[in-house]
């Protein structure tokens, strides 16, 4: 049967209908595939000195149109790689402690091409130029933005500039003349007085007993007062924590202990017939996939004090670099405080990771800081969400300045001590400068089981918050004590350089309801003890009378060669009866020069203390002596922190009287 004539014209408007559909439906999928292959580029390269050498924890900016689009960290051999970039001119600012910062321009990055670029970077000059002086006198400028990253400034040609301290700064006229330089007044920045540890006679004080502590707060916030071209106050001056800062070789723990100990015995390079113990302490290292899973409260001050440059915005920053690390087994918790205490993100999995970002993205600063309120709901939220087994700990980031409720240091200590009995960690993260509240945050991370760390540039977030991730963050071993007990044939007198706000009594060490310091996987501290052998003539050693009732001290023939003998507490993280350790040192003293990199180091950090708080012990202490000896001692520096101490120490050298704060 034949069909109208009519209906073959529909059938193949219908066929061509279908056609176009299908061609439309093929153009979409390849513009799809061409549009996905153009992101799949990248900036690839190198950083290094002009030597060669490679730059660790250099800060990559990449920006478009004046907008940071990524920051990148580079590894231990100076190499970064940026994830996906959208083809486009981009320009690129590298940033390193230290060194000049390099401002590359209109970089083209093309679909299907990968971009490798190798930067070199230069020493800063010790002579200025006028201009570039009074850039780097500008107050630092950080905005937020989806990745974490600080923004530039442009000038009035369009050009973005970066100082060399990471935070953006515009240059300024060309007639405009240098104005003078701003010192920053301590007494606005509040610090606790902790007078230096004296001599101890061994006849009267043959023990001295310490709370381990891995705070390491204060070397950063000294060597953020030396590259703002000032010496720290006295009492800003903590020199176990500035010991601690760094990394030391030792051998990690054998056997079913956590910990490992070592011991060094040298000569003393500023005191002539005096001896320098050193005592190495390493936590075992737990690879970051097999790590507990954490509960994590962030507690995060959005007062009016946070709003400058280097304290929400940086904050910000670094808990972007945290975020990116998480697990699916952890989970984020958000707590904020200003004149009130409130929620801002419940409980998240760590694979939701732009949920978190997002959240952290809309912080906003201003009001008064009721810090007491955040502390209880943060713990409240800590608990509701306990990981038996876990890692559950709040994460405390402020410049410390609380103003409303409770506020002053016994209060807060004592509301510490109460909630640490819940079994939530405390980790404390100081940021600013010019009302630093140091005292406080002291306080809170010693009364939290916890650690303290000041935040002063965003390589320092990446380094507690990434690089140290285990060790800031999982607890290994709790209730650290040491106690060491002197041969009195052996020494007359003893000096514990520092460490004077962790002295226990010596009934302390035994009983295991008295709290004391934590160690994180991986972390290293080191004891230094200043020794007065017997027979030396010293003016330190001051005369005691004899005691009527005890035993005179003998030694058995066993014992002859013994300097000392130390031992060691600890609890497991969620344990409540305490293991003991005993390891005997031996009288056998090697020089400086023949000590291992670790006992130089330590003691070339030591006498940088000393001059920096002008230690009525430093003897013939001096600049030259502490760079000779780091510079002797810094193969061991993976991540470029010692060769940064030898340029920190240089420039305290350098600093002229009229800049120490009085």
């Known amino acids: ?9 529909i059938e193949i408007k219908k066929y061509l209908h279908n056609k176009q559909t299908i061609m439309k439906s093929l153009i979409t999928l390849l513009l799809t595939i061409i549009s996905w292959h153009s992101y799949a580029q990248s900036i690839t390269g190198k950083v290094s000195d002009n030597k060669r050498n490679p730059l660790t924890g250099a800060v990559v900016h990449i920006l478009q149109n004046g907008q940071n689009k990524e920051i990148l960290v580079t590894d231990p051999g100076g190499n970064f790689s940026s994830p996906q970039l959208i083809p486009g001119i981009y320009s690129i600012l590298v940033v390193s402690k230290g060194f000049d910062t390099l401002h590359v321009k209109s970089i083209s990055v093309q679909a299907g091409k990968t971009i490798t670029r190798n930067f070199r970077l230069t020493n800063h000059s010790k002579q200025k130029s006028e201009s570039e002086t009074i850039r780097q006198n500008k107050k630092p400028l950080i905005s937020g933005n989806n990745h ?10 369009g050009a973005s500039y970066l100082s060399p301290g990471g935070y953006a700064a515009p240059p ?24 230096e540890n004296d001599f101890m006679n061994v006849k009267t004080s043959p023990l001295s ?25 006295a009492d800003a001056v903590r020199i176990e924590e500035m010991i601690n800062y760094f990394d030391y070789d030792y051998a990690q723990p054998k056997g079913e202990d956590p910990i490992a100990i070592h011991t060094e015995l040298t000569n003393c390079p500023w005191q002539e ?4 113990l050193h005592v190495g302490i390493q936590a075992i290292k737990i690879n970051t996939d097999k790590l507990p899973p954490s509960n994590m409260v962030f507690l995060i001050d959005v007062s009016g004090s946070m709003e400058s440059a280097e304290r929400l915005p940086l904050l910000v920053a670094g808990l972007k670099l945290l975020v990116n690390n998480l697990r699916a087994i952890d989970k984020v918790t958000i707590v904020t405080y200003a004149g009130n205490a409130g929620l801002v993100l419940p409980p998240t999995k760590g694979s939701d990771k732009q949920t978190i970002l997002d959240a952290l993205d809309k912080l906003e600063a201003g009001g008064s800081t009721a810090g007491g309120e955040g502390i209880k709901l943060a713990y409240a939220k800590a608990r509701e969400n306990f990981i038996k087994g876990g890692n559950n700990r709040v994460l405390l980031a402020t410049d410390g300045d609380f103003n409303v409720g409770i506020s002053n240091d016994n209060d807060l200590e004592d509301l510490i001590t109460k909630e640490r009995e819940s079994g939530v960690y405390l980790t404390c993260l100081g940021f600013g400068k010019g009302n630093f509240k140091d005292s406080k945050m002291e306080v809170l991370a010693n009364k939290g ?11 320092e977030a990446q380094k507690t918050l990434v690089t140290e991730f285990g060790g800031t963050l999982f607890t290994v071993a709790k209730d650290v004590k040491a106690q060491i007990e002197f041969n009195p044939e052996k020494v007359q007198g003893y000096r514990l350089i520092g460490y004077e706000d962790r002295l226990l009594n010596t009934e302390d060490f035994k009983d295991d309801k008295k709290d004391a310091g934590d160690m994180g996987s991986g972390h290293i501290v080191t004891i230094m003890y200043e020794i007065i052998p017997v027979g030396v003539k010293s003016t330190w050693m001051r005369e005691t009378n004899d005691l009527k009732y005890q035993q005179p001290a003998t030694t058995n023939a066993g014992m002859s060669n013994e300097l000392a003998t130390i031992k060691f507490r600890y609890k497991k993280p969620d344990g409540n009866k305490s293991a003991e350790m005993v390891h ?6 090697i020089t400086m020069k023949d000590a291992t990199e670790n006992s130089r180091f330590s003691t070339s950090v030591a006498m940088f203390g000393m001059l920096l708080k002008d230690s009525k012990y430093k003897g013939t202490d001096n600049y030259a002596q502490v760079i000779s ?27 002229k009287t009229e800049t120490t704060l009085k």
């Open 172 to 195: 300024p006229p060309l007639m405009e003349r240098r104005p003078r330089v701003q010192y920053l007044d301590p007494s606005i920045e509040t610090y606790k007085k902790n007078p």
């Open 1 to 9: 049967m034949l069909r109208p004539a009519g209906s073959y014209g």
């Open 584 to 589: 005997t040192i031996a009288d056998k003293t």
């Open 209 to 233: 007993t310490i709370s381990v502590d891995v705070d390491r707060a204060s070397y950063s916030n000294v060597r953020r007062f030396l590259n703002d071209g000032q010496k720290p106050p």
């Open 148 to 157: 974490g990253s600080m923004a530039s400034k442009k000038d009035a040609a």
């Open 273 to 276: 017939g005096h001896k320098l």
């Open 449 to 459: 089981n916890g650690n303290y760390d000041y935040i002063d540039n965003i390589q």
């Open 629 to 655: 000896l780091a510079e002797g001692s810094h193969t061991f520096d993976k991540e470029g922190y010692r060769s940064e101490f030898i340029r920190l120490a240089k420039a305290a050298k350098e600093l």
